[in-house]
């Protein structure tokens, strides 16, 4: 029996990383996963690194690839967005008050998960 045909019988379970959720002042909740592939990092970090004559915009990529790889679900009233496509495109809508309490609350969750990991 190969490999393949053992993932697919369902008899082993598929691991998932832990979650943790936040929520905000008014109730809305940023569930992130809690691991951080080194090769998520590695993007993360180039992507920071950016171009130096650009350091906002190197910023903003790096905080959007960080949130892309870590957010499962964004529960805003009420409504619940999912799956990277739709959570990256509702923080690119977000209010400016929104976007200030996702990067704090990826700074206090990297700095609990992954603290190697410097949120700007």
Do not use: K
Not at 14 to 34: F, H, I, K, M, T
Not at 61 to 69: K, M, P, Q, S, V
Not at 79 to 108: D, I, K, N, Y
């Amino acid at each position: 029996m190969g490999r393949r045909s053992r993932r697919r019988d369902g008899s082993a379970e598929r691991l998932r990383a832990p979650v943790s959720e936040y929520a905000d002042a008014d109730g809305n909740v940023l569930v992130l996963r809690g691991a951080l592939t080194p090769g998520s990092r590695r993007d993360y970090e180039a992507a920071l690194a950016g171009s130096p004559l650009s350091r906002d915009d190197a910023e903003q990529r790096a905080l959007e690839l960080l949130f892309e790889r870590l957010a499962s679900r964004w529960t805003i009233a009420g409504v619940a967005s999912e799956g990277q496509r739709e959570l990256l495109g509702r923080l690119r809508l977000a209010s400016a008050a929104e976007r200030q309490w996702v990067r704090e609350t990826l700074r206090v969750h990297c700095a609990e998960h992954f603290p190697d990991v410097n949120v700007p």
